[in-house]
């Protein structure tokens, strides 16, 4: 039988749709959480990127996850936009309400189905839980025609029990069924056997999508996520960078490379735009303040880096020997030297386009050409890296309470180190001199004289965006405050001066935060 699916008509049998679920399961991650504008910033380059539904949060979490749900919904076109309900009718119901604006929606509603999560986390029976994937489906088709119904630790589900869950909810309305492997326990013979079983003995299961969302606590995310799909899976629920709960959730990268690079294991297509795959990688890895590790596939700064004499005789001689995909086809740049002092405004701008920055506002521009310009002028080499940095550190803190002007430091063996800060703080400009152990001591404790707070702070590291003495700092600060964690980033070619835009950064996030409750403890 054809699916014909509420949001996507008539389906085609090798046609996978992309669940990105960044913003609900991957800003689960400790330390991950972003504020709204954040969230709209990586929901509109997750709509360019081409994903087919955008998991917005968690509406009945907090007040802060239904706005930003919400305003997704409102602004965000493309994507069907989803929200995630536990199967209690107030999630159902809170979830309804937030993704009610947008012009395709769905609900996202989960339940445990394992022994263990039923004995030990819902203190329910088997037949409790039974009525209420009945219960939870058929409230939800109240609010859209397209739901989606997950059997939370699926992969652990005893299979009869599994069967009569599935059934049920495809009775109910679900026109989505997801068994995730919650936990990362599955192998890739378990993804096959489950998805083949479902489909072949539930009534009704050529009606419906089947799903696939595998955590990484194994290392096997992508390997079970697409032995689900060569299965009968037709969804494939990811995140960018692979983040996530725990070890992480499958990479949305890797998941979509492999099926384009190996079409003949993998005879499937889907309609992510892979040229702008880089590009959101940074910009997820520049709100979160977590860079990817540099041999990270697809998006890790060593993915088309060659050492070896054997690899780069090879390269010379023909890329495919050792590239089995080209750089330009996930959004790296071929030439690394990209722009220099003398390079204008107008070059400044095109560069930016070829990139995919062609929708930066005029003041974001401004201020990232006017940074660019310092930086030109106090490094060698500019590379595509260092632009990126300059312009996702831009974007990230328009509209902030708080904003770095401009800083001076003196120390050394000899004297008491000794910092020299302004801040624009809403609007005003303000002035402090303090001193410290250091340099940067001397320099958080002025941004603490400017702002006073009871932050403490939990972590501060120190990296390079590129190579060489003249390379751009990137510094992450992790502050915490009655029970709340956010990380900041910044980046200057002066160690110190990323360190206060660091700092400055996870303040405004952390400003964000006071205003928005503790979501709720969930897993999907």
């Not at 990688?281 to 880096?305: C, E, H, M, W, Y």
């Not at 029970?483 to 206060?500: H, L, R, S, Y």
Request: aromatic content about 6%; proline content about 4%; charged content about 25%.
């Amino acid at each position: 039988m054809t699916i014909i699916h509420p949001n996507f008509g008539k389906m085609d049998a090798n046609r996978v749709i992309i669940f990105d679920t960044t913003l609900r399961d991957g800003e689960q991650s400790p330390g991950f959480s972003m504020n709204l504008d954040e969230k709209l910033r990586m929901a509109e380059t997750l709509a360019e990127l081409g994903v087919d539904v955008l998991e917005a949060g968690f509406p009945v979490a907090s007040p802060g996850d239904f706005e930003a749900v919400n305003r997704i919904a409102q602004s965000i076109k493309g994507p069907v936009i989803c929200g995630l309900a536990r199967s209690a009718p107030a999630d159902i119901t809170r979830a309804g309400e937030a993704i009610r604006p947008a012009e395709r929606k769905r609900i996202h509603t989960f339940i445990s189905t394992s022994p263990l999560h039923m004995k030990y986390k819902l203190r329910m029976e088997p037949d409790a839980v039974l009525e209420a994937v009945i219960a939870s489906v058929t409230l939800a088709r109240n609010f859209t025609d397209d739901v989606e119904w997950s059997a939370e630790d699926g992969t652990r589900t005893d299979m009869d029990f599994l069967l009569r869950c599935v059934e049920a909810a495809i009775k109910a309305g679900a026109t989505t069924i997801n068994i995730p492997d919650t936990v990362g326990y599955a192998v890739p013979e378990d993804m096959t056997r489950i998805f083949t079983t479902v489909r072949e003995k539930v009534p009704g299961a050529d009606t419906v999508i089947f799903s696939s969302h595998c955590h990484n606590d194994l290392g096997l995310a992508v390997a079970n996520t697409l032995a689900g799909v060569r299965a009968g899976a037709r969804q494939i629920e990811c995140t960018i960078n692979g983040i996530g709960e725990r070890a992480g959730n499958a990479s949305l990268e890797e998941v979509v490379m492999a099926i384009r690079t190996r079409p003949d294991a993998n005879p499937y297509h889907h309609n992510i735009e892979t040229t702008r795959i880089l590009r959101t990688s940074k910009l997820l890895a520049t709100i979160t303040g977590f860079d990817v590790q540099p041999n990270k596939a697809i998006v890790g700064r060593n993915a088309f880096a060659h050492e070896s004499g054997i690899h780069q005789d090879g390269m010379l001689k023909n890329a495919a020997t050792y590239e089995i995909m080209t750089p330009e086809s996930v959004g790296w740049q071929k030439t690394s030297l990209v722009m220099g002092k003398h390079s204008g405004r107008a070059a400044f701008r095109d560069k930016l386009n070829a990139m995919g920055y062609g929708d930066i506002g005029d003041n974001a521009l401004n201020d990232a050409f006017r940074r660019f310009k310092d930086l030109a002028d106090r490094k060698k080499i500019v590379y595509d890296e260092d632009i990126v940095a300059l312009v996702d550190d831009e974007v990230t803190r328009a509209h902030q309470r708080v904003k770095f002007v401009s800083l001076e430091t003196w120390g050394g063996s000899k004297s008491k180190p000794r910092a020299l800060l302004e801040l624009e703080i809403d609007g005003v400009t303000q002035t402090a001199d303090c001193l410290g152990d250091g340099p940067v001591d001397a320099t958080f404790n002025a941004i603490h004289a400017l702002f006073p707070h009871t932050a403490t702070l939990l972590l501060f590291s120190v990296g390079a965006v590129t190579e060489g003495t003249d390379a751009q700092a990137r510094c992450t600060v992790r502050l915490e405050e009655d029970g709340k964690m956010v990380d900041g980033q910044g980046a200057d070619t002066d160690t110190i001066v990323a360190a206060a835009r660091a700092y400055v950064h996870a303040l405004n996030k952390l400003i964000t935060k006071r205003t928005r409750s503790e979501p709720a403890a969930l897993s999907a």
